[in-house]
């Protein structure tokens, strides 16, 4: 049996009030990628129940909000000697690979090794992760410079700056790394089934977004990021809007010298595989398994 291929860096999830239904939780032990649970002391028998006492870290204070445990997050992964680490919400259904224009279920050790190795390659990346599935077109381009990263996302921890938002914490982040020279990058060859914000009981659903609360936080972006951010209507709800703003950041990717890229040009599956877990009903996907196995078998 071939090695698994799993993620460079640790995979932390900080979560509240989701064990009834840990969506990220669910897919990362089937995928048997490592990570932890950060959580409230007062949840943690909860959680343990659900994927081991070795997947579990207890925050050191509770009611510190979602800011508090991603700043600590940092810390701890800075303290086991990680040069990045990866940040996920718990609320991702499943990782999707896009490949020949469909979006398919993949394992998400790969998918995350894949965003690693890449920006290991350049000196200046500061967040990299993967785009939502709704905004993947069927024939995206591979990634995407200076754009926000939400989610899922791997941080470098050299980065000198925090979240500091308890509304929009992740696009705050981007902004300010963005705002100070370092790059991004929106992975689109892969992508995150992100369950739509206030569709899952729990986390910040049941703390910041009642009420007025898409509003509140939009307007909070507005005053942090004048100029930059506005606030709007979209999709039937109060939104911030960059408009515009992302184009202005453009600081190129710089190359670490020891990378050969020349070295790299031959595609590297990272040990996947199409596989057809069920009886395939769509005549297009029988079509893209049945390729699949022709060019395999060459």
């Not at 000196?123 to 754009?147: E, I, K, S």
């Amino acid at each position: 049996m071939p090695e698994r291929v799993l993620p460079r860096y640790p995979v932390y999830v900080p979560t509240k009030g989701r064990h009834a239904r840990p969506l990220t939780l669910r897919f990362l032990m089937r995928d048997r990628v490592p990570f932890w649970a950060v959580v409230e002391q007062e949840e943690h028998d909860a959680y343990a129940a659900i994927v081991g006492e070795s997947r579990v870290l207890v925050l050191d204070k509770s009611g510190g909000g979602l800011i508090y445990a991603r700043n600590w997050i940092k810390q701890h992964s800075i303290e086991q000697g990680a040069a990045r680490h990866w940040q996920l919400d718990d609320n991702i259904g499943e990782v999707l690979r896009v490949y020949r224009g469909r979006r398919v279920p993949c394992d998400s050790g790969p998918a995350l090794r894949v965003v690693d190795d890449f920006v290991d390659r350049y000196t200046n990346v500061a967040l990299a992760g993967l785009n939502y599935r709704f905004f993947v077109h069927r024939r995206p381009v591979p990634f995407v410079r200076n754009v926000h990263v939400y989610s899922c996302t791997l941080v470098n921890n050299a980065i000198p700056h925090a979240w500091r938002l308890a509304y929009n914490d992740d696009t705050d982040l981007c902004l300010q790394v963005l705002a100070d020279g370092w790059c991004t990058v929106l992975v689109n060859a892969f992508a995150i089934d992100k369950k739509r914000t206030m569709t899952v009981s729990g986390g910040n659903t049941d703390d910041l977004y009642q009420g007025d609360g898409r509003l509140v936080m939009a307007r909070q972006l507005e005053r942090v990021w004048p100029g930059v951010v506005t606030t709007d209507r979209r999709y039937g709800r109060p939104q911030h809007v960059v408009r515009g703003a992302w184009r202005k950041f453009d600081t190129p990717l710089v190359l670490r010298d020891d990378v050969d890229l020349d070295a790299l040009a031959e595609p590297n599956e990272y040990g996947m595989q199409l596989t057809e877990v069920k009886t395939v009903q769509s005549t297009t996907l029988q079509k893209l398994a049945k390729d699949y196995r022709r060019a395999a078998a060459l």
